[in-house]
């Protein structure tokens, strides 16, 4: 899991106590004072009986009257929120102070304590018994029970009402064990306390075991080490530590234990690099795997040495393949590279059990084989009934599916909502919408939808206005970034996929979606790729796929796996602004036909949220591909260095060119082509996408401007900075970018050693043209030009 500051900034919906998911059973208490004051009362913004859950008789200070809510499954909770006792303006009960209690499986409770250590929720509760408080948690909690219990000072009448906000937690982590964090007191910088200190486990002899604490709160640490992303506490905080020799070893060892067997296909460390204090990422790590918690470790581990990295310090996820091995708990030991070794959040993917036959051998033979071979003959017959008719449902749904819909105009208010619609790709599901009484789904902080004017760019060039005539350099009002432009380059999931002129937009009509409708209850979640302003990239599984698309879709051989698809979602609360561009790049989408751009596969627009869903690439995105390797050596074969030979380079790089060369013949501009955008399947196939704005780990390569506008400056050609231009010829300079990253192996970003003001500045002196650029950039980009253009002027 991941963001820019915290998964619990996202993973913030309403688990069900409002609405009804959570059932009356699934809530109990310790007492009640009456039968209309039962847990099954104890509702958020709900009224039934008499208003509230209400423990019997005066809440002592010493008491400890609890309200206890199962959510079911192990889930990411973020946030609390309580009301009083209003009761139609009857009631005027209420909890000023609270704590909380956990635990994964009812029998072992914990006590929740914020990062301060503090386990009561002093400013967290109510002040009058109508108005909801609705608070973060700090740090969120890993948990399936809940129990909520009210403080008092003196003896008082206490009734709450309650929700419960976050989402499932997927990894199915239980506990981690390590060593304990140690204290890094490096001369001339503040000292740095790296212990894991939201740990809620067992300290003993120095080990930490049985919980769960900072290495999964969904918090990444920054690139400084000693920079918190939290208020008031010590440098260091968000990671956890260790010094090279000091555990007796040159690793450390940690175990991970979890609430099932698993599958595990890979395991995602981010770790700190910042080398020139002596911090890096593993060198290596080695797993072992355990199928039951009281089995011996199996003989053969998986092991992964990482590519270390002494040019650029930013901290990093290291993406560990544990090659879909079957297990319940995992010992993996992490050999340091350097001094010290930082992590700050831990996390695992895992995907469904294999099925294991038993061996002929332990069945029993007791006579009765005629009775047996009887009954497995009647078993096979009704299955053979019930496929038919699963699979005669089936066509009967798709041929109704295929019925043609009509989709308004984009100038027409567009409803695609619908009251029977279940939200599969949402976590958890939002109920459905039937009429006012019902209360909606929604997010608890809805994010600004509107960009502030990104203009004070031209702030960053005082000298340029004196430079020349507005005529000359502007021509009257420009430059200028209108509001539109920045709009349409965020995106509507935090990229830009193509612009065009307004009018080829506005002139596409129904027939241009040449895709068809894909019932989302087949979209089965598994990972969440990217967030961005308005949207989110989910990478899911789609049952069916192959035949529902057909003869000839492009889709990649799976050998009987699950089609692997990467899903755009609208959020629901996104401004009417942001559909009508979701589904103008469907539109747009829908008209591309390459083999090097991504393609389109089918939509779910008849019903919120709006989706579109294309292919998605088994080797990620080329940046991250080509970063982890080396170009092909004797010493590479001999360390077992993943490599790439300079032909393969150029077969990716004319790849790219190939698809560049497809959009601008449809007069298409990308606006954000890099090697992050270029996504790549097994056979090296390289497909042009637009998920790199979405996703955190390419945050540093866009400038923000005055608010939430943001620009990959340093792939951008000077107009397009400057003027706000942005054409074929701009696409060609990124083209050439892209082309340094890739034969540079995106060892660094472009004008790494220069800041994002300072890239600014420099593409002044390229406007101005006074010889005094600080890079060789443009002789690069123009020698590429003819091999994109096929030597057209541009």
């Not at 069900?16 to 809530?27: A, F, T, Y």
């Not at 930082?342 to 036959?357: A, D, L, V, Y």
């Not at 053979?384 to 019925?403: G, P």
Request: aromatic share 10%; glycine share 6%.
């Amino acid at each position: 899991m991941t963001s820019d500051s915290s998964t619990a900034a996202h993973c913030r919906y309403p688990l069900g106590m409002e609405d009804g998911r959570i059932k009356d059973h699934d809530i109990t208490a310790s007492s009640q004072w009456y039968e209309t004051t039962g847990p099954q009362y104890a509702r958020l913004n709900r009224e039934e009986g008499d208003g509230a859950w209400c423990p019997a008789g005066l809440l002592q200070p010493s008491d400890t009257q609890y309200l206890q809510v199962d959510l079911g499954q192990l889930t990411f909770l973020t946030v609390v929120g309580t009301q009083g006792r209003y009761a139609r303006n009857s009631g005027k009960e209420f909890a000023r102070m609270y704590r909380l209690n956990y635990s994964h499986d009812g029998q072992l409770w914990r006590s929740w304590k914020n990062r301060l250590g503090n386990k009561v929720r002093k400013r967290g509760a109510n002040d009058n018994a109508y108005v909801s408080v609705i608070k973060d948690l700090h740090p969120p909690i890993i948990s399936r029970y809940i129990r909520l219990i009210p403080v008092t000072k003196m003896p008082t009448t206490v009734c709450m009402r309650l929700e419960l906000y976050g989402c499932p937690w997927h990894d199915g982590l239980t506990s981690y064990s390590s060593p304990e964090g140690q204290v890094m007191m490096p001369p001339g910088y503040p000292i740095a306390s790296l212990n894991d200190s939201t740990y809620d486990g067992a300290h003993e002899r120095g080990k930490l075991s049985g919980g769960l604490g900072q290495l999964t709160d969904g918090v990444t640490g920054q690139d400084d080490f000693l920079v918190t992303r939290q208020y008031h506490v010590w440098p260091g905080y968000d990671y956890v530590g260790w010094r090279n020799g000091s555990l007796g070893s040159g690793y450390v060892e940690m175990e991970f234990v979890f609430d099932k067997q698993r599958n595990f296909t890979s395991m995602k460390v981010h770790s700190n690099n910042m080398f020139y204090r002596g911090v890096k990422i593993f060198s290596s790590v080695s797993c072992s795997f355990k199928p039951r918690l009281i089995a011996n470790w199996e003989t053969e581990p998986v092991e992964f040495r990482t590519v270390l990295d002494d040019r650029n310090p930013s901290a990093r996820y290291v993406t560990v393949p544990l090659g879909r091995r079957n297990a319940k708990a995992l010992r993996c030991r992490f050999h340091f590279a350097d001094v010290w070794m930082m992590f700050s959040e831990i996390s695992f993917q895992s995907g469904r059990m294999g099925m294991t036959t038993p061996s002929t051998k332990d069945q029993p033979d007791d006579g009765n084989t005629p009775i047996l071979i009887g009954c497995l003959v009647t078993i096979i017959l009704l299955l053979v009934v019930i496929i038919f008719l699963i699979l005669w449902c089936q066509y009967v749904c798709k041929v109704l599916e295929k019925a043609p819909r009509r989709i308004l105009e984009e100038e027409v208010t567009v409803r695609l909502s619908s009251s029977s619609d279940t939200i599969i790709l949402q976590t958890p599901p939002v109920p459905p919408r039937v009429s006012q009484m019902d209360h909606p789904y929604e997010r608890v902080f809805l994010l600004d939808p509107q960009y502030q004017d990104p203009a004070g760019l031209r702030n960053k060039l005082p000298e340029l206005s004196r430079s020349c005539t507005p005529h000359q350099c502007f021509q009257s009002s420009v430059p200028h970034y209108a509001e539109t432009d920045i709009v349409s380059l965020q995106g509507v999931t935090g990229s830009n996929m193509y612009a065009v002129p307004a009018l080829t937009v506005d002139s596409l009509t129904r027939k241009d979606i040449s895709v068809a409708e894909f019932p989302r209850h087949r979209l089965l979640f598994r990972e969440k790729l990217g967030e961005g302003q308005f949207g989110e990239v989910h990478l899911c599984e789609a049952e069916g796929l192959p035949e529902f698309l057909g003869e000839g879709a492009p889709l990649p051989d799976r050998d009987g796996r699950p089609v692997l698809v990467a899903v755009k979602q609208l959020r629901a609360d996104a401004t009417n602004n942001a559909r009508n561009d979701f589904l103008k790049e469907i539109k747009i989408m829908s008209r591309l036909n390459d083999p090097n751009i991504i393609q389109l596969l089918c939509v779910c627009v008849s019903s919120d949220p709006l989706c579109m869903v294309t292919e998605y690439m088994d080797n990620g995105d080329l940046n991250m591909f080509l970063s982890q390797r080396e170009m092909e050596s004797t010493l590479t074969h001999a360390n077992n260095i993943p490599a790439v030979s300079l032909s393969d380079l150029l077969h990716m790089s004319v790849q790219i060119s190939s698809g560049m060369r497809y959009l601008a013949s449809l007069n298409f501009v990308h606006r954000d082509l890099a090697t992050r955008n270029c996504l790549l399947d097994r056979r090296l196939t390289i497909k042009i996408a637009d998920f790199g704005m979405s996703r955190n780990l390419y945050s540093s390569d866009y400038y923000r401007i005055q608010g939430r506008a943001v620009l990959p400056i340093r792939w951008m050609a000077w107009e397009s900075i400057l003027l706000g231009k942005f054409t074929t010829a701009s696409d060609v300079w990124a083209f050439g970018v892209t082309l340094w990253e890739i034969f540079t192996l995106c060892k660094e970003q472009p004008y790494s050693l220069l800041s994002d003001e300072q890239v600014i500045e420099n593409t002044g002196e390229f406007f101005r043209n006074q010889g005094r650029q600080v890079s060789d950039f443009s002789y690069l980009i123009y020698s590429f030009i003819h091999l994109y253009t096929g030597g057209k002027n541009i």
